[in-house]
């Protein structure tokens, strides 16, 4: 059964500057196509893309369906962006992990393989979601490289709801506290952004038994500075971070292209100051974006905000 499939050519063409030689690259001249089967170790720690094409978990969660396309669509929006060869790590395409009779618990099987192996080979992974189902594989992922992990989850939701029958979007945060508790794991997770009526009573109780850190979206646009000195805070505490960013944390007027839009969201500055602030930490291992839904999307716009905060990672 085949749930690895090579990114579609096509994607990775845009725009020719070639009067301005080297200075007028863009991202699909700079891309480089790969394959697991040929992976070797890097010396210096390049970026390694993987998109996972799953919108199951929002389907079981209730939410609205088209996640499954984003992958391929976010690489359209990095295809023109400007690449600099000084400036930027070098970039490599592992295509797309696909989900076969809707069975995601197999396809987050190989997700979980296909990230060890790209750590294990000095690779910073940038997955491509996907639904927030994405997240639970990429964490599982770093586990099998990192101990002491601290979690940030940038998400107007905390994602902690408790399985009913399986695994859905709404439920990786608290799958990972599980996974600790079951595997004498510490439990270290910071949520950025939470929205008060985008969660219950419920989720925002789970949340303080799980001695979630939790900074609200209005904590944010009071006090910016004071969100960026509490992410230095955190980060001090660990070897590794995994850091997922659900774009429904930006206001839907920025970011409609979502299951589950928000108003009084982030501005796209916002999100770009904690992504630079957690970045400057130099701690991330692996970086995933998900929930983007193509079909509701205006414009590209959300396409696009995911590749702009993309292009932060890729800088030296
Ligand atoms: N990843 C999903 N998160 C939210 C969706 C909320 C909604 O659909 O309104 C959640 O389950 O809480
Ligand atoms: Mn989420
Ligand atoms: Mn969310």
């Known amino acids: 059964m085949i749930m690895l499939e090579f990114t579609d050519k096509t994607i990775w063409t845009g725009r020719l500057d070639d009067e301005d030689g080297t200075l007028g690259l863009r991202w699909h001249q700079a891309i480089q196509t790969k394959n697991f ?46 690449f600099n060869k000084e400036n930027q790590k070098q970039i490599f395409d592992f295509g797309n992990i696909l989900l076969v009779n809707e069975n995601l618990e197999s396809a987050r099987e190989e ?10 080979n000095n690779f910073f992974p940038i997955i491509l979601g996907g639904g927030h189902e994405t997240a639970l594989g990429d964490y599982l992922g770093m586990t099998s490289q990192f101990k002491k992990i601290g ?3 940038i998400d107007a ?12 979007s709404g ?9 600790c508790q079951n595997n004498d794991r510490e439990f270290h997770y910071l949520c950025i952004g939470i929205q008060s009526n ?28 004071f969100v960026l000195r ?11 971070l995994y850091l997922s960013l659900d774009l429904d944390v930006l206001d839907g007027a920025f970011a409609p292209g979502v299951s589950a839009p928000s108003v009084n969201g982030l501005t796209p500055f916002q999100v770009k100051s904690i992504l630079q602030k957690i970045i400057e930490t130099k701690k991330v291992k692996l970086f995933d974006v998900v929930e983007l839904n193509p079909e509701l999307d205006q414009d590209n716009h959300t396409a696009k905000l995911a590749a702009h905060f993309i292009q932060e990672f890729t800088l030296r």
């Open 111 to 120: 997700q979980i393989e296909c990230v060890s192996t790209l750590l294990r």
């Open 198 to 225: 985008g969660n219950t009573q419920a989720l925002f109780q789970r949340a303080e038994e799980l001695e979630v850190k939790t900074i609200l979206v209005d904590e944010v646009h009071v006090d910016l500075n």
């Open 230 to 240: 509490q992410i230095e805070d955190f980060a001090v505490h660990f070897d590794a």
């Open 171 to 179: 439920t990786p945060f608290f799958e990972m506290a599980q996974f």
């Open 157 to 168: 939701h905390f994602d902690l709801r408790i399985p009913v029958e399986n695994s859905t």
């Open 37 to 82: 089967s040929e992976i070797a170790f890097n010396s210096e720690e390049n970026i390694a893309l993987l998109g996972f094409c799953s919108d199951e978990g929002v389907r079981r969660n209730k939410g609205r369906i088209g996640a499954r396309n984003a992958p391929d669509q976010i690489r359209k929006s990095l295809a023109n962006l400007p």
């Open 151 to 153: 979690i940030i989850n």
